[in-house]
T-cell receptor
Framework: DQQVKQNSPSLSVQEGRISILNCDYT??????FLWYKKYPAEGPTFLIS?????DKNEDGRFTVFLNKSAKHLSLHIVPSQPGDSAVYFC?????????????FGRGTQLTVWP | EAGVAQSPRYKIIEKRQSVAFWCNPI?????LYWYQQILGQGPKLLIQ????????DSQLPKDRFSAERLKGVDSTLKIQPAKLEDSAVYLC??????????????FGPGTRLLVL
């Protein structure tokens, strides 16, 4: 049973425009959320995270928004660059009860074209 | 700083054979994780260690999978016997402190296993 869902398997965006990647979750106990980026033949790398006590976290071109009532989070990349082309995984944790176990979505392949 | 090392990078075996994967985490990292990523899915945690102790192995299929982290440094994951559905990428990750979601996990490149 997928507790973290990324319903868009792919997204294509022109360079310089905004990329918006979406993620939904079903477990109301999740209180910490992360985004990982993965290039081919490499392991995922941490990108940005947000705690459930916040609704927004920003790091340079990357901003994550959390809507707890909708159980939805999104990653905004502005402006998008060709080097951002990768698979983006959303992950969530309920921290206390599972010692930080991360539940990952299936990923969204982002392609940024010139 | 060297990253998480994994070997082999690729492995092809026949069903019912045995296979082992090796992981060397980032130096000084206390927590080590093994994930299974089946094609088209996200990584799924199999087991996590803090130093040489198992913290969470609730999602490890213990009838065929085993893992150890002797001396609290490198780790091996074994499958015996392998099934077709074990075909996946096996990712190892490590983090500096105790198992908490706020601790950034650093992933290795993974071992791609194909079971024929």
């Amino acid at each position: 049973d997928q507790q973290v869902k990324q319903n868009s398997p792919s997204l294509s965006v022109q360079e310089g425009r905004i990329s918006i990647l979406n993620c939904d979750y079903t477990n109301s106990m999740f209180d910490y959320f992360l985004w990982y980026k993965k290039y081919p033949a490499e392991g995922p790398t941490f990108l940005i995270s947000i705690s459930s006590i916040k609704d927004k976290n920003e790091d340079g071109r990357f901003t994550v928004f959390l809507n707890k009532s909708a159980k939805h989070l999104s990653l905004h990349i502005v402006p998008s660059q060709p080097g951002d082309s990768a698979v983006y995984f959303c992950a969530a944790s309920d921290g206390g009860s599972t010692l930080g176990r991360l539940y990952f979505g299936r990923g969204t392949q982002l392609t940024v074209w010139p | 700083e060297a990253g998480v090392a994994q070997s082999p990078r690729y492995k092809i075996i026949e069903k019912r054979q045995s296979v082992a994967f090796w992981c060397n985490p980032i130096s000084g990292h206390a927590t080590l994780y093994w994930y299974q990523q089946i094609l088209g899915q996200g990584p799924k945690l199999l087991i996590q260690f803090q130093n040489n102790g198992v913290v969470d192995d609730s999602q490890l299929p213990k009838d065929r999978f085993s893992a150890e982290r002797l001396k609290g440094v490198d780790s091996t994951l074994k499958i015996q016997p392998a099934k077709l559905e074990d075909s996946a990428v096996y990712l190892c990750a490590s983090s500096l402190g105790s198992p908490r979601p706020e601790e950034t996990q650093y992933f290795g490149p993974g071992t791609r296993l194909l079971v024929l």
